[in-house]
């Protein structure tokens, strides 16, 4: 745990302000749920909510699945983080923040196609600096009860490899079925 240096004081209504820097740094917004937590010290902990983060021994299975059967690499993530991974480096990808491009993706419920290798492909991860890495991309919004909250992502640095309605199209049936179970 790092300590920030920032003390608060709790209000007569239980509140307590968490910094503009703070919820900046991490991403958080005015209306995003957080996870309370308790530790054996007496330490409350703060954790942003992420509804698809219950299902990540699920996704990590999809995503495996969506690896063998595409040969691609297949990511799924929530809203902030990459959450499972399959067919790639799961050090470059698990648990890494998502970049503002795909963050922007997903708040406009958009899918995103690179249909030629020529397309630039967009970062994935906010460690991805701007350089060429995939040649093919495809990534879809997960949606459940009208709200995004992650992504289906298929990726192919083979420079033949060109993206086709059928990668477009088991993206989609990835991201409409991982929406679905959170609605159950």
Same mark, same amino acid.
């Given at each position: 745990?790092?300590? $920030?240096?920032?003390?608060?004081?709790?209000?007569? *209504?239980?509140?307590?302000?968490?910094?503009?820097?703070?919820?900046?740094?991490?991403?958080?917004? %005015?209306?995003?749920?957080?996870?309370? !937590?308790?530790?054996?010290?007496?330490?409350?902990?703060?954790? +942003?909510?992420?509804?698809?983060?219950? *299902?990540? /021994? !699920?996704?990590?299975?999809?995503?495996?699945?969506?690896?063998?059967?595409?040969?691609?690499?297949?990511?799924? $993530?929530?809203?902030?983080?990459?959450?499972?991974?399959?067919? #790639?480096?799961?050090? %470059?990808?698990?648990?890494?923040?998502?970049?503002? /491009?795909? /963050?922007?993706?997903?708040?406009?419920?958009?899918?995103?196609?690179?249909?030629?290798?020529?397309?630039?492909?967009?970062?994935? $991860?906010?460690?991805?600096?701007?350089?060429?890495? !995939?040649?093919?991309?495809?990534?879809?919004?997960?949606?459940?009860? #009208?709200? $995004?909250? #992650?992504?289906?992502?298929?990726?192919? =640095?083979?420079?033949?490899? +060109?993206?086709?309605?059928?990668?477009? =199209?088991?993206?989609?049936?990835?991201?409409? !079925?991982? #929406?679905?179970?959170? /609605?159950?």
């Amino acid at each position: 745990m790092k300590a $920030t240096g920032v003390v608060r004081r709790i209000d007569d *209504l239980g509140r307590v302000v968490i910094p503009k820097e703070i919820r900046k740094t991490l991403r958080i917004k %005015e209306g995003d749920p957080l996870e309370i !937590f308790t530790d054996k010290e007496g330490e409350v902990i703060l954790k +942003k909510y992420s509804p698809i983060g219950e *299902l990540s /021994e !699920f996704a990590s299975g999809y995503a495996e699945t969506l690896a063998k059967t595409t040969g691609h690499i297949a990511c799924i $993530t929530d809203k902030d983080t990459i959450i499972a991974v399959s067919g #790639g480096s799961k050090k %470059e990808y698990l648990e890494q923040s998502v970049s503002e /491009e795909l /963050e922007k993706i997903m708040e406009e419920k958009q899918n995103y196609t690179s249909k030629d290798n020529n397309n630039l492909a967009i970062p994935i $991860t906010q460690n991805d600096n701007k350089e060429k890495r !995939f040649n093919a991309q495809v990534v879809y919004p997960i949606i459940a009860d #009208g709200d $995004t909250i #992650g992504s289906v992502i298929l990726l192919s =640095k083979d420079k033949n490899t +060109k993206m086709s309605e059928v990668e477009q =199209k088991v993206a989609q049936s990835a991201a409409n !079925f991982l #929406g679905s179970q959170m /609605e159950i």
